[in-house]
């Protein structure tokens, strides 16, 4: 009835009302709602019910677009001009986030190896998820936060920060996406893609890759709809200047054979060294290629950074800048505790969902934000799909500081894998699924 | 992700996304959400998001019985032995609301005096429907709340008690009224069903008549949405053991000649004395003769007791048991302010909207519940559609206490009337549109 008897320019429920009833938001609704809720004059139970409203009635492109630019609006726009940072071209890479990604830890340092500016703003983990800061924070000494200057100096001096994002950018995302996660109303396409992009357009990066994950142990469970996001990402990159590419890759397994902080951190060493598992090496390469190619470095090949010890060079460096030891030893669990493999036979299915649960129970992962993580826990796996196990034979490695999770870690794994008989082979898709850009 | 770590019995979020995801609650779901949400373990963005997630999903009719009683359970359910009030049967009314709806006035006091006890508990207004208790209170002296044992006594001794709803009737109802006011989740009718028929079943009333309105004054614009939301309620009223009918009725025009407190009061007064404008006259007997019916009294002709006086007294006995006077004068507004017709003609519409918030802008109603209300405010109608008039003479009388508020309300009702040439014949549709029950 407000509209009839105030006289305010907008109103929280004529808004919500409009994409209630499957309307399209004007920029000035949009332009007015993120900027008040940010304030506080647009209450968490009004951006709630829009934010299911959107989740069942969608927004059109230029909405999510408009909604992008006003999540921006609401915090600092960084810049990293180019003569500041060595004349060396920007390039971010983002993962909507699987288990045992540590792709971040090795790839950052890869591609400032290769010439370019790597400006990583990263989070912690929640849920069964693990986080990029959670992993680095293992390593003795290294500090997740730095100042303005600070990130200009390392970008320009060593080529890459991984460091945790300013409050001040995309503060309206910040405050949206804690209420999304009571709401649910996190699964709406363009709440994500707006969250996502708000943030890596805010932090003033020339070029992203996006690696949407797909499968079990990801937020998008089937291909339609990553790709929809990828595509929607993608778009929004543009919009906003941003040379944007995604690649979909699986999720249906584990990357690598860690999950949890310093053995993520260990397996991403191994890799930098030259060595580690073929699938993180793979998509490594694969998202450093496509980071050079969208920064205009085509001519590079980021396989030659890794044999000849200058990726592991800058990682040293960058490690070193944030007051970390790269030599000090990573800490360890106190207890570990073996699985064996059930029976012979070819391990056919490994479900990164139920690993990424074990993880999180032996103390890797957090249920709330302000709750703290083991940086010695989680899972190590002793084969990988496609691989012959015996009976008997370690499947699984558990640790944690506090063994009485063992048994609820040891649950989530019950039915984490298959094993078929001998003869078989896995019908496993690929590793890089798709390239939307 | 909260299913995997945590072990509580239920979870908002799980709630949410069952019904986000068009599935149905089950009975322990909505026991739960509905319970926790009144103890405020269930945050307000979180209902808003799930009350949302109702509107554009909808419900099935088990899921909202089980709200519905959800909703009485989280307060008293009353009860009215027939004993108690001298072998009376219960008969209640409710109206969806509407613009010049005073029915409730003539009518309480006229189906007691058929012999029927009608424990009518009401509300105020908001917006730019009016509300019972508001015009009541322009009697002098009279007051709103009354105790339980003097409800009973009343009931028993008048046979007629208007008074406030006890703060221990559904206040999970309470709670989430307001909520969807400010969220845009007030249209949704598993929600309005729900909140209506919780509160009139747990006031304990055997017998229920719906009065249903439809049209640009009412809150269903459209007959198929009345009559959906009129067929939920009334199986509602079926399920917990009350019989309901209900009725769909005009609101494209405002009920009577009147709109605000004292006003209405006046014209009440006709209809109890025996006159009073036809449509208000018909729509009380249609509504007494369905109440009665209800109640098992199908005998009685409710229009006698407006001739023989006998509602009068019953009229009288009730404001006076409440401290009212029944002889005091009604107040009057300061100022007042003619708006003439603007032409010759038939008066082929008079929108029931405008008048509303015409009256509504004069301070017959309130934008916010805080606000206070005048008793001499509103509107007077010296025409209603089917009538001749002629352009000059008056057609509405503008009352107010604050004359600054003349200009707002006459630009309300600029658009509010059509003329049609001297010949023409409205197309109205009839007062009572169907019988739902």
């Known amino acids: 009835m407000s509209e009839a008897f105030e006289s305010r320019a907008f109103d929280a429920v004529d808004v919500i009302r409009t994409k209630r009833d499957g309307g399209q938001l004007s920029d000035p609704q949009i332009d007015w709602v993120v900027a008040a809720y940010t304030r506080g004059e647009v209450a968490d139970e009004q951006m709630s019910a829009l934010a299911m409203a959107i989740l069942l009635n969608g927004m059109t492109h230029p909405e999510i677009s408009r909604w992008t630019e006003a999540m921006i609006a609401s915090g600092i726009r960084m810049q990293i001009p180019r003569d500041a940072v060595g004349g060396r071209p920007t390039a971010d890479k983002h993962s909507t986030g699987g288990v045992g990604d540590k792709i971040t830890l090795p790839l950052s340092p890869l591609v400032a190896a290769c010439g370019a500016a790597v400006p990583q703003l990263s989070g912690r983990g929640l849920g069964h998820t693990g986080g990029t800061l959670d992993k680095l924070e293992s390593i003795p000494g290294w500090r997740a936060t730095v100042t303005g200057d600070e990130f200009m100096a390392q970008l320009r001096d060593v080529g890459a920060v991984i460091c945790a994002a300013s409050d001040d950018l995309a503060p309206a995302d910040k405050k949206l996406y804690g209420l999304r996660d009571v709401t649910g109303t996190v699964e709406a396409i363009p709440l994500i893609a707006s969250s996502i992009m708000s943030k890596k357009i805010a932090e003033g990066t020339g070029a992203l890759v996006l690696d949407v994950k797909v499968g079990s142990g990801a937020f998008m469970k089937d291909v339609d709809r990553a790709r929809e996001l990828a595509q929607t990402m993608v778009a929004l990159g543009g919009d906003h200047g941003v040379r944007t590419v995604a690649l979909l890759t699986d999720m249906e397994t584990p990357l690598g054979l860690t999950a949890g902080n310093a053995l993520e951190v260990r397996e991403s060493l191994e890799v930098l060294e030259g060595g580690g598992p073929d699938d993180v090496v793979e998509l490594t390469l694969a998202l450093a290629r ?36 790269p030599d000090a030893p990573l800490p360890e669990a106190r207890e570990t505790h073996v699985l064996p493999a059930p029976a012979d036979g070819v391990l056919v299915r490994l479900d990164a969902y139920a690993v990424g649960v074990a993880a999180w129970r032996l103390g890797a992962g957090r249920a709330r934000k302000e709750d703290p993580v083991q940086a010695g826990a989680g899972v190590v796996m002793h084969a990988k799909p496609g691989a012959t196990v015996r009976g008997g034979e370690p499947l699984f490695t558990l640790h944690t500081d506090t063994p009485e999770r063992f048994d609820r870690a040891a649950a989530a794994l019950a039915e984490a894998v298959t094993i078929a008989p001998g003869d078989s082979r896995p019908d496993l898709r690929p590793l890089v699924i798709e390239r939307v850009g």
């Open 290 to 325: 496509e980071m050079l190619t969208a920064a205009g470095m085509e001519g590079v090949d980021p396989a030659d950074k890794l044999k000849d010890g200058s990726a592991m060079d800058v990682w040293r460096r960058m490690i070193a800048a944030q007051e970390g030891d």
